[in-house]
């Protein structure tokens, strides 16, 4: 069983949908989560990031940690076609320094 | 700020021959540095992870010797593809873990070298 798993997708929603992505984790020690986004042969950056359980907003996007059930998720109001890309889901523990990231969910927004 | 620079962002070259992938962190020091590979509509793979002026640790699978790491200074680390071979193709990218608050969650990402062995 993998560490982090995440639905690859591919997702397709028409323009304006709300997007909702999720990952799920088994080590319970994951502290810190973070959502990346990667645009094709672009290096991955960082939109979102929690500590611990929570919600957390920023603009459009939305951020979520239970960490009762080991699950995040990332909610994407009013979907534009620039959304388009692969979204990695990643966490890592305290003491680590290792990022162990999700395989990716690849999303596109319809016009 | 939190800015990552790599280069070349593309490279051909001829089996055999060694390649050298540089990563730079332009306004922020970063002590530790992840070396990262990433294949077509897959997650990224953690090769290794370089701390400055020590040995890089590799993860397990990857040839030491072959992915030549080198964090000679706070800001530039370097992976070295040597005697590189077709299969060796492959998007590197690397991240570095600036030394504030942010570098608990995230690692800035350099834009990638797409490697194409021939």
């Known amino acids: 069983q993998k560490e982090v798993e995440q639905d690859p997708g591919p997702l397709s929603v028409p323009e304006g949908a709300i997007v909702s992505l999720n990952c799920t984790y088994s080590?319970?020690?994951?502290?810190?989560f973070m959502w990346y986004r990667q645009y094709s042969r672009k290096g991955p950056e960082l939109l979102m990031y929690?500590?611990?359980?929570g919600n957390k907003e920023d603009g459009r996007f939305t951020a979520q940690v239970d960490k009762s059930s080991k699950y995040i998720s990332l909610f994407i109001r009013d979907s534009q076609p620039s959304d388009s890309a692969t979204y990695l889901c990643a966490m890592r523990s305290s003491s680590a320094s290792k990022i162990i990231f999700g395989s990716g969910t690849r999303l596109s927004i319809r016009p | 700020g939190a800015v990552v620079s790599q280069h070349p962002s593309w490279v051909i070259c001829k089996s055999g021959t060694s390649v050298k992938i540089e990563c730079r962190s332009l306004d922020f020091q970063a002590t530790t540095m992840f070396w990262y590979r990433q294949f077509p509509k897959q997650s990224l793979m953690l090769m290794a992870t370089s701390n400055e002026g020590s040995k890089a640790t590799y993860e397990q699978g990857v040839e030491k010797d072959k992915f030549l790491i080198n964090h000679a200074s706070l800001t530039l680390s370097t992976l070295t593809v040597t005697s590189a071979h077709p299969e060796d193709s492959s998007f590197y990218i690397c991240?570095?873990?600036?030394?504030?608050?942010?570098?608990?969650?995230?690692?800035?990402f350099g834009s990638g070298t797409r490697l194409t062995v021939v």
């Open positions: 929690t500590y611990s359980s």
């Open positions: 991240s570095a873990r600036p030394g504030t608050d942010l570098g608990d969650y995230g690692y800035t």
């Open positions: 080590n319970s020690a994951f502290q810190y």
